[in-house]
């Protein structure tokens, strides 16, 4: 039985980026923070897929003690994405959507999976996400995340959504947006006002930002000369946090910290190579590692 | 004599952001820095002033232990800047620039400032920063602040000078443009390569980095909800710097990074407050206690 619900895009990416690109890889939210979860846990993934869905695609989640069940074949295509970036990496410029199977997708969870006391909801549309938070069976810690077409066009039902998440994801754009401000410092502490526990934007090179209802958490971006794609890291951030705070078993201030150097620490791997490429041969000591360099790169 | 001289200009600033405006207040990097430094060191400041200077202005930096031996009225106005802010608060918009008695400013340094081991030459011309670098008598540190104009105006006279000097202050997008890299880590490598020491990146909201031989430290922002007037920030960071390693009488790492957090707790001060009102009733134990804050923000 897996111990954290991972809920999101499973895709076929086209990337380009100025150090090369890669077409139809595996890619999606879900495959992302899945994998990086798995490092710290039993990870079950929830999603739709295509009949075009390559089977070794699945044989490698299953390697990596991912739960496939929840991976159901949902019509003839699997969801595509297909986007660039320029030269200064900061941003993603998406050429093509298709969301295939995704459009819709109300999935139903596998009973294993209900029980699970962990899970996160990878960026999709908030009834979507709602579905299936709704069939967990009162988990322990939830974790939410969302982009801004989300905030732009289902704002309420999202802001509903919030209310009943524990931790709330955000990148710095859609953090100032949703909470109109400016100051992510202000927009953090709004987000409490709705009823998370925490709320952690994510600022890209710059690092991440921890609120709590006393505290403030600002851990820098790993230093990196080279990246070389940075699709994924968003969602292996969240994934490797989530996992480790399953495998930790905790959700206090402490636990959270040391959650989000894991869950830069993986991310930070992530960019370094195309895709999933980078993650696929990552061990736990080199996790372990850059966890120890982080550590020498904020002390004073 | 003072341990710390700083160079750099003096002005009458007319400020405007969304939190409310200011005309002709005292200010100029030189104010700003000289002013933090003495929070930790006796500051000599360097710089030309108008027969319009207001004699209380002069007071307020004596009554700061700054020597203004090296304030010398150059000419009939003192510089002048005006400029505001967008809500965002990310960067100035400059309405005006009087360069007045700043244009072409070629001081010389008070005998008793020859000796002084630690010297900050602020953003102005090259020609004039190395003009005042010439005439010390071998300090031990030199830190060397410079902006995009120079750059692009003036780059084969400032990699010059930046071969001469020890740490290299840039913010974020000077650091891109000088080292012809988006990536700020790629950027600072490449600054130690031209001979300092050190290299400081000043990223605003986001914090700092530091570049040394082996090490990357990596200091976030301090995290303030309202900011009320940006100018002066970098500047007291660098005078907050300076001022605690002339103090410290050190320049290994450690020191390195403890006069960051301390030039950033400085800084921090700064921009709550319009010009330098914060500044002049900041107390020691208000910086201590930031620093404390600081600790607090990045432990994990």
Known sequence: ?????????????????????????????????????????????????????PKEWTELLRKRNISTEGLKIAGEKTFRWKGYYEYDMASAHTVSTELNVMEGLMPEL???????????????????????????????????????????????K???????????????????????????????????????GACIIKKGEHGVLLFTEKEIFSLPGYPLETVRDPTGAGDSFAGGLAGFLA??????????????????????????????DRLRSLTNPDIQQRYKEFEKIVRF
């Open 247 to 276: 495998k930790a078993g905790a959700m206090d201030e402490k636990a959270l910290r040391k959650a989000m150097v894991y869950g830069s620490a993986i991310a930070s791997y992530t960019v370094e190579g195309f895709g999933l």
């Open 1 to 53: 039985m897996p111990k954290l619900v991972v809920f999101g895009s499973v895709a076929f990416d086209s990337i380009r980026t100025p150090f090369g690109e890669a077409n139809e890889v595996l890619g999606g939210a879900a495959v992302y923070a899945s994998v990086a979860a798995s490092f710290f846990t039993h990870a079950g993934i929830v999603s739709g897929i295509g009949k075009d869905f």
């Open 158 to 196: 999202l802001m509903n959504l919030i209310k009943k998440i524990d931790i709330l994801l955000l990148n710095d754009a859609e953090a100032r947006q949703l909470f109109s401000t400016p100051n992510l410092i202000a927009a953090g502490r709004r987000a409490l006002a709705y009823g998370p």
């Open 110 to 156: 596998p009973g294993s999976y209900r029980k699970a006391p962990y899970v996160f909801l990878a960026n999709l549309h908030p009834e979507q996400q709602l579905h299936v938070l709704d069939q967990m069976d009162n988990p322990r810690l939830s974790i939410l995340d969302t982009m801004n077409y989300w905030i732009t066009n289902e704002k309420e």
